[in-house]
T-cell receptor, first 114, second 108 residues
């Protein structure tokens, strides 16, 4: 158990809908990272927050947004969902802001868009 | 061409064999991560290294900065080592760039 929690574990929804994925980092970790793992693209970095502020941005679509709250949990919002958004979404946390810190991964949320 | 390349893509071994998975990268990185993903999907960080060698139990990771190459070795492999092993580099903008993974199956 990494100490990182993600909810929900599974999510099934329809095209055009909007969903919110939630992540709680390990106690004491200030950074939260979001990743997408799809069958054809592998793992891709989406976005990083550090202590409430956006720190780094990867291949995140404009239909996706994220935020980190004062209690350090983070939410990833996916809107106008398309079939191709079906994937595993992982969050990870680390103590510091730099990417060379070890990251601890949550169990993931499996999103299926029908 | 991917910025982080792994080989082989698939690997099968008999229990007890010594296993090597390779990772090459073409971009500047500040650290190299080795991750393990089990069939259930969960990801575990195995190593993070920026130079030299690290060892944890039967796992050894090495990195050669000049050659932009890292290896993950598993000694005395066991069926429970069956998983996908992913290397990832931390870019100079602090983003993780992932390899495509190596699927390892160890048979008894």
């Amino acid at each position: 158990d990494s100490g990182v929690t993600q909810t929900p574990k599974h999510l099934i929804t329809a095209t055009g809908q909007r969903v919110t994925l939630r992540c709680s980092p390990r106690s004491g970790d200030l950074s939260v990272y979001w990743y997408q793992q799809s069958l054809d693209q592998g793992l891709q970095f989406l976005i990083q927050y550090y202590n409430g502020e956006e720190r780094a941005k990867g291949n995140i679509l404009e239909r996706f947004s994220a935020q980190q709250f004062p209690d350090l949990h983070s939410e990833l919002n996916l809107s106008s969902l398309e079939l191709g958004d079906s994937a595993l979404y992982f969050c990870a946390s680390s103590p510091g802001s730099a990417g060379y810190n070890e990251q601890f991964f949550g169990p993931g949320t499996r999103l299926t868009v029908l | 061409k991917n910025e982080v390349e792994q080989s082989p893509q698939n690997l099968t071994a008999q229990e007890g064999e010594f296993i090597t998975i390779n990772c090459s990268y073409s971009v500047g990185i500040s650290a190299l991560h080795w991750l393990q993903q089990h069939p259930g999907g969960g990801i575990v960080s195995l190593f993070m290294l920026s130079s030299g060698k690290k060892k944890h139990g039967r796992l050894i990771a090495t990195i050669n900065i000049q050659e932009k190459h890292s290896s993950l070795h598993i000694t005395a492999s066991h069926p429970r080592d069956s998983a996908v092993y992913i290397c990832a580099g931390t870019s100079n903008t602090d983003k993780l760039i992932f390899g495509t993974g190596t699927r390892l199956q160890v048979f008894p």
